[in-house]
């Protein structure tokens, strides 16, 4: 999962396995949450969102999962192909009149064929 | 094509001497704001803009100036530019800020000599 550092979590997979990339969010009055996925010499992607009222969100091969009471998300990539080789970032809507999503240090998602 | 765009997308510069980043969105957003990315520090924001002629700053603003005199368009200013400045620079958009995702453009890697 992500932390604070300048070591960027790994995950290596296999092809076709399912990959699970974790997330810890600092703020409880964070009210909005979204997954990015960052391609090399690339900008960050949107992948899935998941608003506070709801616990799972899911999309295509993508499921987002949040646990409020532990301040957790999760990202699940179903059957993972080599495409989804990335850095996986994580972010949060903590409120006020910036409306700024802060972001985590990502997860580098390595695919093996 | 819905796009924000970002020019240059590679800049190699000198210490002292001003340059802009231009950034341009087609989708007729009115929150725009600027990113930089640093190894080990994610991604953390420089300036946004909530709407035209309204702007204020971010996390990370020193040394650093923008404007919005039209919508679709928010440049990031370098009044004199220093080696800590060096980094990959991302604009970014979406229709309101808030609880919604945001748009990022490819980037740009400026380094500052």
């Known amino acids: 999962g992500e932390s604070v550092g300048l070591h960027l979590p790994t995950l290596s997979v296999q092809e076709g396995d399912n990959s699970i990339i974790n997330c810890a969010y600092s703020n409880s009055a964070s009210d909005y949450f979204i997954w990015y996925k960052q391609e090399s010499g690339k900008g960050p992607q949107f992948i899935i969102d998941i608003r506070s009222n709801m616990d799972k969100r899911q999309g295509q091969r993508v499921t987002v999962l949040l646990n409020k009471t532990v301040k957790h998300l999760s990202l699940q990539i179903a059957a993972t192909q080599p495409g989804d080789s990335a850095v996986y970032f994580c972010a949060e809507n903590s409120g006020g009149s910036n409306y700024k999503l802060t972001f985590g240090k990502g997860t580098l998602l390595t695919v093996n064929p | 094509e819905a796009q924000v765009t970002q020019n240059p997308r590679y800049l190699i510069t000198v210490t002292g001497k001003k340059l802009t980043v231009t950034c341009s969105q087609n989708?007729?957003?009115?929150?725009m704001s600027w990113y930089r990315q640093d190894p080990g520090l994610g991604l953390r924001q420089i300036y946004y803009s909530m709407n035209v002629e309204v702007t204020d700053k971010g996390d990370v603003p020193e040394g650093y100036k923008v404007s919005r005199k039209e919508k679709r368009n928010f440049p990031l200013i370098l009044e004199s530019p220093s080696p800590n400045q060096t980094s990959l620079y991302f604009c970014?958009?979406?229709?309101?800020?808030?609880?919604?995702?945001?748009?990022f453009g490819s980037g740009t890697q400026l380094s500052v000599l």
């Open positions: 989708m007729n957003h009115e929150y």
């Open positions: 970014a958009s979406s229709w309101t800020g808030g609880n919604e995702k945001l748009f």
